[in-house]
């Protein structure tokens, strides 16, 4: 097994003389080729020139790998001229030196250097070097320039993209591209995606969009500026815009839809499931500012005379459904609110009892045009988590959670991303 | 073929290879092609031809890169020549560009005190300007502004006819080689010809030709954008020539820079022939300062593979934008420093030019003719005996200017 440690950067191995097992020299190192692997790409073959004529060295022979010593367990008269195949990748030709470009095809640097590292107990090509530090180092400088910037109090640190985070390469590539796409970005939190998003142009954000799941985008989208929203929305083809839309909680998807073109939003709804389809129709005829428009159709609602077990074996069914589970509203048949009940009274209720013999009445509501302001007192003053909307005759027709207007009771600054 | 379609492709590609051959004619080109008009009369326009050949068979080969890989020169060198030599190569012309770019602030201070403006006041003015322009517009628009301030060059042209040259002698020497073993006239035709080619010149042409985007299929148009480029500025060369020998060389007048030149042409061919020179070498000098430090940005942002573009701002492409800020804002510092040692800086310039000229063009000759990066595209046989004999004879020339400096 070859022997080495630690982690080496290609640089420092670069142009070291090859020892055979006599300590003769066999040559230079040109090159090394890596194999395909995934994150990280082994090292199998070193390429070494001496006089004009290339020598594959596979790697189980190497003995001694460091920036010092680099050794293989052969003769150097049982080593023969040998060519590379087209296929091969070459880590100094094809990618030491090439662009590397994010998802969004912006150019952020070149690789200055690139670091070989032990992955289970193999040599792996582990990161890209793309500091000062790498450049240095590159120059043969990288000791004096540590020096330089250690007058100004500064530490030359190693700025490292791990290979994780690089597309898989091929040979001849022309540029590197950062795959922190569905893998990476999607697994970002919404609201980071959203900062990010906020922060490249049109062009690159209908990019990112493209390249996300469809509940990822519904999440990320809702946290952006009204007009970016509709600027995103327009650059999507329709039915992919409506199966986001679809994602999205019926009060946030009609948020959206009514800061488009009427026409425009009406073709959405139309592609949309027809149950999303309605909630959000219903939603849209609301002012925006209003309880109305600031509610969600779905919520929990059960009959008074359903015992707390049947209660919550249906909460259970219904539960990923709806925005919030702590509030189940009590309803007659007509829809009208009688009562309200916490998941915490629902919970420490015995199983038989009846809904209508723990619930809270009359329950607090607001009605559909209680202004946004009003709404968020009354959420404050009663210190709820959300609070059922209801129409003139009290049947119920939503709900307004804490986080539709939390933004609003917020202090300004702290408040731009959610209006 | 000369249809509307081509025609309207034409003006779609048209403007970096114009734009890039017209600030060849910078402060210090109009002042060296005055001088040559002054001092040895019509006797120097035949150069006109070669040095258009020339800078036609260097440009084609650089837009012909932009078009065929979509990336600048320094990103070629860099991925072919590594970063060492890439390295050193961009501080070299990093020093060599700033030093430039002191020198069109100077030919841009001189043009405003012939109206009689300070150059306290012209300097700061003018550098705003033209950092204005690039970090605030976007590249297309910013090319619009280039090209007007290429169509503005032809004051010259206006002030070599209110001079009334003898237009007949003037065509038999444009196309009449002469030569005389003095060494002043060899120093003035090294001189003329040494100032064609500079290393920012490739680097701005390829990264514009990449910025613009333009593709293979419309490769014709772009060859076609060079090489109108390339004769419009010999164009404007030669009307140089002509308005200071008709006046000045007639009259023995001698002169030392465009300066001067515009103001003896004032006895000589009144006030409008003066006055269109004086424009002519501001619009020069500025249009220059803008271009040597967007080109200085260029090269240095995509040789470390920063984000880079005239479209961009200060958050997409920050180094690139800095960049270009600063090195206006040092050229035209220096200017305002009293007794600062312009001379030096321009001699320096010169000095770094010409020597890193033939590795600019030799790495450019090896990357043409490399398959792996130009396809189908390489140079032909024959285009490659020309382009190398060029390359030696303009090498030859740049250095022989670069060592003639100092005599």
């Known amino acids: 097994m070859p022997f080495f440690s630690g982690d080496i950067f290609v640089s420092d191995v670069y142009k070291k003389t090859v020892l055979d097992q006599t300590g003769e020299e066999i040559g230079k190192l040109k090159d090394i080729i890596v194999g395909i692997g995934e994150p990280f790409p082994p090292v199998i073959t070193l390429v070494v020139t001496a006089g004009g004529e290339t020598y594959l060295l596979p790697w189980h022979l190497v003995n001694l790998f460091n920036k010092r010593v680099i050794s293989v367990n052969m003769k150097i008269d049982e080593i023969s001229p040998a060519q590379h195949s087209p296929s091969d990748i070459l880590i100094c030709r094809d990618i030491l030196d090439k662009q590397i470009v994010d998802i969004n095809g912006a150019k952020l640097v070149r690789v200055n250097d690139l670091e070989l590292g032990d992955v289970k107990g193999k040599l792996c090509l582990v990161a890209a070097d793309i500091g000062l530090r790498g450049l240095l180092r590159r120059l043969h400088v990288e000791k004096r320039g540590e020096r330089f910037f250690s007058w100004f109090n500064y530490k030359l640190q190693n700025k490292l993209i791990s290979w994780h985070y690089v597309q898989t390469i091929e040979p001849k590539v022309a540029r590197l591209t950062l795959k922190i796409t569905n893998q990476k970005v999607s697994s970002m939190h919404p609201a980071d995606l959203a900062d990010i998003i906020s922060e490249v142009s049109q062009k690159e954000r209908t990019a990112i969009f493209g390249s996300i799941d469809v509940e990822t985008a519904a999440e990320a989208l809702h946290e952006l500026e009204p007009s970016v929203q509709v600027d995103i929305i327009d650059d999507m083809s329709k039915e992919r815009a409506s199966d986001i839309l679809e994602r999205m909680p019926p009060d946030e998807a009609a948020d959206v839809l009514g800061d488009l073109p009427e026409a425009k939003a009406q073709e959405l709804i139309n592609l949309m499931e027809r149950e999303e389809a309605e909630d959000v129709q219903e939603l849209l005829e609301h002012e925006e500012d209003t309880a109305g428009g600031l509610m969600t159709t779905e919520y929990l609602a059960f009959p008074p005379d359903m015992t707390v077990e049947e209660a919550i074996k249906e909460l259970r069914l219904e539960a990923p459904d709806v925005e919030t589970i702590y509030y189940l509203y009590i309803v007659d048949s007509d829809e009208r609110i009688i009562g309200v009940l916490s998941l915490k009274h629902l919970i420490l209720a015995s199983a038989q009892t009846l809904l209508s013999d723990i619930m809270i009445t009359p329950a607090k509501t607001l009605s559909l045009d209680a202004k946004k302001k009003d709404v968020a007192e009354f959420i404050s003053k009663y210190n709820m988590l959300a609070a059922p909307v209801v129409d003139e005759n009290m049947v119920m027709r939503g709900i307004v959670t804490v986080d539709d207007v939390l933004a609003f009771l917020l202090p300004t600054a702290s408040r731009r991303r959610k209006r | ?407």
């Open chain 2, 1 to 407: 073929m000369l249809t509307k379609r081509n025609i309207l492709i034409f003006l779609s590609v048209l403007g970096p290879g114009i734009i890039t051959a017209n600030v060849d004619n910078d402060a210090g080109g109009i002042a060296t092609y005055s001088v040559a008009g002054a001092h040895f009369g019509y006797a120097l326009l035949w150069t006109l031809i070669p040095i258009t050949l020339a800078l036609v068979v260097v440009q084609e080969m650089v837009a012909r890169m932009g078009v065929v890989t979509g990336k600048s020169l320094a990103d070629l060198i860099r991925e072919s020549f590594g970063v060492r030599a890439t390295f050193f190569l961009m501080m070299s012309l990093l020093l060599a560009d700033m030093g430039n770019t002191v020198a069109e602030f100077a030919g841009w201070a001189a043009a405003m005190e012939i109206f009689g403006v300070s150059k306290y006041i012209s300097v700061p003015i003018g550098a705003f300007v033209v950092w204005l322009l690039v970090v605030k517009g976007t590249y297309r628009f910013v090319e619009k502004i280039f090209l007007i301030a290429c169509a503005v060059y032809f004051t010259y042209a206006l002030s070599a006819y209110f001079v009334h040259p003898p237009w007949g002698q003037i065509m038999l020497d444009t196309v009449k080689p002469s030569f005389e073993l003095k060494p002043s006239y060899l120093m003035m035709l090294i001189g003329v010809v040494g100032t064609t080619i500079a290393p920012w010149m490739q680097f701005y042409l390829q990264s514009a030709v990449v910025e613009k985007n333009i593709k293979v299929d419309h490769y014709n148009a772009s060859r076609m954008d060079v090489i109108v480029g390339c004769i419009m500025t010999d164009v404007v060369a030669f009307f140089i020539i002509v308005a200071c020998a008709a006046t000045l060389f007639e009259h023995g007048i001698t002169i030392t820079d465009a300066k001067d030149a515009a103001l003896a042409l004032e006895p000589l061919a009144g006030k409008y022939a003066s006055i269109l020179f004086a424009v002519g070498l501001a619009n020069a000098s500025l249009f220059s300062a803008s271009i040597l430090p967007l080109a200085t940005a260029y090269y240095v942002c995509e040789g470390m593979g920063w984000e880079s573009g005239v479209s961009k701002n200060f958050k997409t492409a920050p180094q690139f934008m800095w960049l270009y800020t600063g090195i206006i804002a040092v050229g035209a510092l220096i200017i305002l420093i009293p007794n600062a040692p312009l001379i030096a800086i321009m001699l320096i310039s010169q000095v770094v030019n010409g020597i890193m000229l033939p590795f600019v063009l030799i790495f450019m000759l090896i990357l043409i003719n490399n398959k792996d990066i130009m396809g189908e595209f390489t140079n032909s046989r024959t285009f490659n005996v020309i382009a190398w004999a060029t390359v030696v004879v303009m090498v030859v020339l740049t250095l022989a200017l670069v060592i003639t400096s100092f005599l």
